[in-house]
């Protein structure tokens, strides 16, 4: 890690970053899940040549992405808040960053909702604006490519490495039809009973 570190170091936008994280011993957070057959990618510290802009924002996600990974975890304080009407309790929450530790690092592809609630507690609410709305709930959505991924992920079908390719699968052998809202064809309803 040490010489991917120095390596990098003498990449515009990135010294700093590792400067300040060379400081302590060099330890990533590799989080919960792990996939042996697929280990973490991570740059080598050699300096690209020559990159499209496409191409550049990949590596510097790359880079971003391994450089956070060595930084001190994040804190975020979450609130909740009970409003009493008239005895019907409603709930609001909101969420805001502390100390942002490795956000600082991977702030560009970083995408958090900051909802900071400034009440205290007992404090009374006067006219706040209420709005009484006629809804029905709606049914879920219906699965996308991405949706599915993370399904399978859930249920620990498959491997990061072959779950792309199984659902590519399902839409070649025509079981699948429509890729922002996937819908089964009447032969993927078909091999379903047969199977059954």
Not at 60 to 67: N, Q, T
Not at 116 to 133: A, D, I, M, N, R
Not at 152 to 161: D, F, I, M, N
């Amino acid at each position: 890690y040490t010489k991917i570190f120095q390596k990098l170091a003498t990449q515009e936008g990135y010294e700093r970053f590792c400067r300040e994280l060379m400081r302590k011993p060099l330890r990533p957070h590799n989080g919960k899940k792990s996939d042996p057959a697929h280990p973490a990618l991570f740059p080598t510290g050699e300096v690209p040549g020559k990159l499209d802009e496409r191409e550049a924002k990949l590596y510097d996600l790359v880079v971003r992405r391994f450089l956070a990974t060595f930084a001190l975890p994040a804190v975020r304080e979450t609130v909740g808040v009970t409003v009493d009407v008239h005895g019907e309790k409603f709930l609001a929450r909101g969420t805001r960053t502390i100390e942002e530790q490795w956000h600082v690092i991977y702030k560009p592809y970083l995408r958090l909702e900051e909802e900071e609630l400034q009440v205290k507690e007992t404090q009374e609410l006067h006219h706040p604006v209420v709005s009484l709305l006629d809804k029905q709930t709606a049914p879920p959505k219906r699965y996308t490519p991405a949706s599915i991924i993370k399904e399978l992920e859930r249920k620990a079908l498959g491997t990061k490495a072959t779950r792309a390719g199984i659902i590519e699968n399902l839409f070649e052998r025509n079981y699948l039809e429509g890729r922002d809202a996937i819908e089964v064809t009447g032969f993927g309803l078909k091999i379903i009973v047969v199977l059954e």
